[in-house]
């Protein structure tokens, strides 16, 4: 436990906010339990990569912006995404290299942004979670908490340490093809691409696929779904708060 | 070449289905995974190499002027030649002239990419040249009249079968009791026939891996050995180049070559490394009587100082593209021009233009392999997005693409209209889909439910259940 406690800033992410609000209150849950006093900025929409990653440098630099305004005076600011967390840990910034000032107060915001995983474990130095978690489990590693914020350690020691049995991918860093807008644009190739992720689940033999980010999570439990795979989908941060009795495996019925 | 960039989308589709080149991708990760990933483990120093490698490359392009003249001066004191090209089609006047005042019928070529970037063999064979392909894989795509899916396995695309049926086509005197059971019994079919070509050839064109301004060489690695009897058995030898291949010294050089084949085969070396500086001299034992560098910009000086600078490092590994899970299930010709995979979405716009390209860049999820593995460090995904920014600036990305994300826009830069769109578009979506938490189809979302369930949303927003838990003291959501 922490002697002062921080005051962290919740970027819940627009996919967690529309689509699975479980997974913020497990956030919270989590940097609650681990001495932190958590707040959630009224005036956050979305990190802006679909504007971004679309060539809208533009409407980008605007979200960006208001995410500069919203997000200031705090210790912390904790992503439950290591795609929105890349993008305000490493994009952001750029978006500024013509004013001096913004640039620096999102550098000043990028260092201070976490990936929740990550915040837990390398900044907060947690070792364990309070919940209990005894089933078995395969991790996928989603590109950029992977490769842009060094994630690959850390969710497996907090699961395996929480009771998991950690079943492993043939090859766990693999794209699953969900990619933002790609996936719509190119679906064909997307689906190919997120078909062998599903057949590389299944081998592992495991009841539950976690991820840390909820857009490769939707793509994953919608084609293990179409197949009729009994395999659950969930947001680590729900098993890690101990609130998968909470809400039902993504892409299934209560 | 014929762009067909432009359908890269309907290609891919056609690739998906193509069981012969799924077969052959399906080699990918044993053939280059596995054995870059050994390689590499073998060898502690690799990520400082990485470094020393992208610094010699960076050191040399802000100082290109100067190595290109030094190394061109070099090339003329061991009596060489160098033919200065702005464009494909002064590289392909300069080849052809070179050949014809040799009196040149046929000519030999190692691999080369930029012979297909200018897509040198039909010119020479429109003017009665015939070329003659002496990689094996390039041979086989010769017979086959296919391009390159692949820089530096041209013919990855191809199994075994399909090099048996080319072989009894296009040599009518196997008998029908040959077996090509190995890839040694296709190599011996080539081998016996290229060497008659070998022998029989007026000029010998080659591709050069590096230029090296200190001494004025050319370096050319290869795992056959056909570049040296391409380039030391006839008596002219032409050396294709891009001007970004130039390197200040023999020692970068080899620190180059230390990233090179690891990077692209996971081996240590390649078989064959041949240095060539300019023509025979007196006490040599073989060697051209001509040495000539035909050097092409093609569109390259202008990357200089642009967001497209660092792609000039490019040592054309292949890694990238031997690392991608869009090109490992589309193959190569679905790019639809000369270079394919990551490495390819970054140049082909700007060798053949963004509105013919556009694809290319934005065929990717950013997923970052391309990067961690590229021995230059190239940001590969970075120059994608600035390619699709030009794309955005210029209003070449799809109108119904640039409408969406504008009315996007303008909700997500309003947090409150932003509350109300989310509330709503969330109960909908969650009503939808009450009985079983996801659904199989929903209109204008054809592109996710044609292969994926649409999994659906809790029903309310966190921000309405957040706000209602703060009223209630925090506590219970």
Not at chain 2, 171 to 176: G, V
Request: hydrophobic share 40%; with cysteine; aromatic share 6%.
């Amino acid at each position: 436990m922490l002697q002062t406690s921080p005051r962290v800033a919740l970027f819940v992410t627009c996919l967690v906010d529309l689509h699975r609000p479980t997974v913020g209150f497990a956030a919270i849950r989590l940097l609650e339990e681990a001495g932190c006093q958590v707040e959630v900025p009224r005036a956050q929409t979305c990190c802006g990569q679909p504007a971004y990653n679309s060539g809208d440098r533009a409407t980008a630099r605007d979200l960006a912006r208001g995410i500069l305004d919203a997000f200031g005076g705090y210790d912390y600011i904790v992503v439950p995404s290591g795609s929105c967390g890349g993008m305000l840990r490493h994009h952001i910034p750029t978006l500024f290299d013509d004013d001096p000032n913004l640039r620096a107060r999102a550098e000043a915001l990028a260092d201070r942004t976490h990936e929740l995983v990550s915040f837990l474990t390398d900044i907060l130095g947690l070792e364990r979670v309070a919940a209990k978690f005894s089933g078995s489990v395969t991790y996928h590693d989603s590109c950029s908490g992977l490769r842009e914020l060094g994630i690959k350690a850390q969710p497996r020691r907090l699961l395996a340490a929480a009771g998991a049995e950690i079943r492993e991918m043939a090859d766990p860093e693999v794209c699953c093809g969900f990619g933002g807008t790609f996936c719509v644009k190119y679906p064909e190739i997307s689906t190919r691409m997120v078909s062998d992720k599903a057949d590389d689940i299944a081998a592992t033999g495991a009841e539950t696929l976690l991820a840390g980010d909820l857009g490769c999570l939707l793509n994953m439990a919608g084609r293990l779904k179409r197949q009729g795979s009994a395999v659950k989908a969930r947001h680590i941060a729900e098993v890690l708060a101990g609130m998968t009795g909470a809400v039902p495996p993504i892409g299934e019925a209560g | 070449m014929l762009a067909t960039s432009p359908a890269f989308k309907e290609n891919a589709v056609h690739a998906l289905a193509e069981p012969g080149l799924q077969k052959a991708l399906a080699r990918t990760k044993p053939h280059f995974h596995a054995k870059r990933a050994s390689a590499v483990a073998a060898l502690p120093e690799f990520e400082q190499l990485r470094d020393i490698g992208r610094n010699i490359k960076n050191h040399t392009l802000a100082h290109l002027d100067f190595y290109l003249e030094t190394w061109e001066e070099n090339v003329k004191r061991a009596g060489g030649q160098v033919h200065w090209c702005a464009t494909a089609e002064d590289a392909r006047a300069a080849v052809l002239a070179i050949c014809q005042k040799a009196g040149a019928r046929t000519v030999t070529k190692g691999k080369s990419m930029i012979s297909e970037e200018i897509a040198l063999n039909e010119h020479l064979e429109r003017h009665d040249i015939t070329p003659v392909e002496t990689d094996l894989g390039e041979y086989i795509l010769q017979i086959r009249n296919e391009s390159p899916s692949h820089i530096i396995a041209p013919a990855f695309h191809l199994n075994r079968e399909d090099w048996e049926e080319s072989f009894r086509r296009a040599h009518t005197d196997l008998p029908a009791d040959r077996v090509f059971h190995e890839r040694r019994d296709i190599m011996t079919e080539a081998r016996t026939k290229l060497r008659e070509r070998f022998l029989a050839a007026d000029v010998g064109i080659t591709g050069a891996n590096f230029l090296i301004a200190e001494t004025g060489s050319s370096v050319i690695v290869t795992n056959e050995g056909n570049g040296d009897l391409t380039q030391t058995l006839p008596r002219v030898h032409i050396v294709l180049a891009s001007i970004e291949k130039l390197v200040p010294t023999i020692e970068d050089t080899i620190s180059l070559l230390r990233l090179l084949a690891r990077s692209a085969t996971g081996q240590d070396f390649s078989v064959y490394t041949t240095f060539s500086t300019g023509v025979r001299r007196a006490d040599d034992l073989d060697g051209p009587a001509e040495y000539h560098v035909v050097l092409l910009d093609n569109g390259r000086s202008a990357m200089l100082g642009s967001p497209f600078q660092e792609m000039l490092r490019c040592i054309r590994c292949a890694a990238c593209m031997n690392h991608c899970p869009v090109y490992s299930v589309v193959g190569g010709h679905a790019y639809g021009w000369v270079y394919p995979g990551p490495m390819g979405a970054v140049l082909t716009p700007t060798l053949i233009g963004i509105d013919q390209a556009g694809n290319l860049p934005n065929a990717s999820t950013f997923c970052g392999k391309c990067e961690s593995v590229c021995p230059m460090k190239i940001p590969l995904p970075k120059m994608m997005r600035h390619w699709r920014e030009r794309e955005f600036e210029r209003h070449l990305s799809p109108q119904a693409v640039r409408t969406n994300l504008a009315l996007w826009g303008f909700v997500a830069r309003r947090p409150g209209l932003y509350r109300l769109v989310t509330r709503i578009g969330a109960a909908a979506l969650g009503w939808l889909g009450r009985r079983r938490g996801r659904l199989s189809r929903l209109p204008l979302a054809a592109g996710w439910t044609k292969g994926r369930d649409l999994p659906t949303p809790e029903g309310e927003t966190f921000f309405v259940r957040y706000a209602r838990a703060q009223r209630r003291g925090r506590g219970a959501a």
